[in-house]
């Protein structure tokens, strides 16, 4: 039975929680990111370069200073994959006050090129702030310095970002802080191409179907280092990987990601399938305490093939009360713990350290907030503890 590729979905409400690529669940969003460090008035970029070999990342300041172009090539890793690819993108000064300095820092890691660019006054008398833009590679070698495909300080009454689209969204007023990286204006239905591939696929994913019935995929996850990713198979075959990508330098925070890519066979051996990114050894463990494992959202459970993925779910019942359903796994039915408290129904547990478990795991939030604000006998709420889950009927007041 052959193995079928799973093409991304967008949320049928939300979309994709960012455009530029459909399987990352949490933190900044965008191709780039810019930002403006208020110490030392240099500006920080994050570019997205996924597969790019760092040895191949050219950072040239253009003959005027203001402007500053970065190419790098992400070669051919599998035999499958569709062709390499090439990046080229450039960043410009909008003002005519000042320069891009010499001393530019170029740091590549996992995919991600990250730029300290620093500028210098040549017109004393100018305003204390200054903007930056990004565009697409020019391709005009007579365009004027200072207009950069894509950007241009001459229109839209100084603004210089209208047109930017997919490269540059979600600007902070007048450009003089960057990017906004949680701007919602990169939500959406739709997957956008990488406006700084230059050759090659400019789509986060491929797919290809091998002989025999196999499967190749490639898919982008920039940022996340080779020991980050995992791969799991769920009891229906749904193969699942999950990459998670650190904070580094200036970056607002680190990204998450979570693909459903694949269909296979029940039953189908986990060992048969390989990455480019590790070995089948069993690695020397996860870290617990990572704190790229902290963030604003929760993310679904990805070994769920059916029913909720989520830790919670609560339900209006007819007579007025409310049914309440709680995650707590690893916690024994004696170690659950209700009680209300100024209308606030609390529920706590104890989850203890068994076998190898690095250590215990304590858990506690409020679950439902009562119409008023009552003390009331917990003797009056039906709780049902089971298997790491507690459920709570709560009568009506």
Do not use: W
């Amino acid at each position: 039975m052959p193995i079928t590729p799973m093409a991304p979905a967008p949320h049928p409400r939300d979309g994709y929680y960012t455009m530029n690529n459909p399987y990352q669940a949490n933190g900044p969003k965008g191709f780039t990111e810019f930002k403006y460090l208020e110490e030392t008035h240099d500006l920080f970029v994050r570019l997205d370069f996924p597969g790019v070999k760092k040895e191949s990342v050219i950072t040239l300041l253009q003959p005027s200073k203001k402007a500053v172009t970065v190419t790098g090539d992400a070669p051919k890793e599998s035999k499958h994959d569709a062709s390499h690819r090439k990046y080229g993108t450039s960043l410009g000064l909008l003002c005519d006050c000042c320069e891009i300095s010499n001393n530019i820092q170029s740091f590549v890691d996992d995919g991600v090129v990250r730029l300290i660019l620093s500028k210098k006054k040549i017109y004393l008398h100018a305003p204390t702030f200054c903007s930056f833009g990004g565009a697409r590679m020019p391709t005009d070698d007579d365009a004027p310095a200072n207009i950069i495909r894509g950007y241009n300080p001459q229109v839209a009454d100084g603004n210089p970002y209208v047109n930017l689209g997919a490269h540059l969204r979600g600007l902070i007023p007048k450009g003089r802080r960057g990017t906004d990286p949680a701007d919602p204006a990169f939500t959406g239905p739709v997957i956008l191409p990488h406006p700084s591939v230059l050759e090659g696929p400019m789509m986060p994913y491929e797919a290809k179907q091998l002989s025999k019935g196999g499967l190749y995929l490639r898919v982008d996850m920039p940022g996340v280092p080779s020991e980050r990713f995992m791969v799991a198979v769920d009891g229906d075959g749904v193969v699942t990987i999950m990459g998670r990508a650190p904070a580094t330098m200036h970056d607002t925070s680190g990204r998450t990601y979570v693909a459903k890519v694949a269909n296979v066979p029940r039953g189908y051996d986990g060992d048969t399938y390989g990455t480019a990114q590790s070995h089948h050894d069993f690695p020397h463990g996860t870290d617990p305490n990572d704190p790229n494992l902290t963030g604003p959202i929760l993310i679904p459970h990805i070994c769920v093939a059916q029913g909720s993925q989520m830790p919670y779910e609560s339900k209006r019942l007819q007579n007025g009360g409310l049914y309440v359903r709680v995650d707590m796994p690893g916690v024994p039915s004696d170690n659950f713990t209700v009680s209300v408290t100024n209308g606030r129904v609390k529920v706590t547990g104890e989850a203890p350290a068994l076998s190898h478990d690095s250590a215990g795991r304590s858990y506690s939030g409020d679950v439902a907030i009562l119409s008023t604000p009552v003390d009331l006998p917990v003797r009056k709420i039906k709780t049902i503890a089971k298997n790491g889950v507690i459920r709570l009927v709560i009568p009506p007041l």
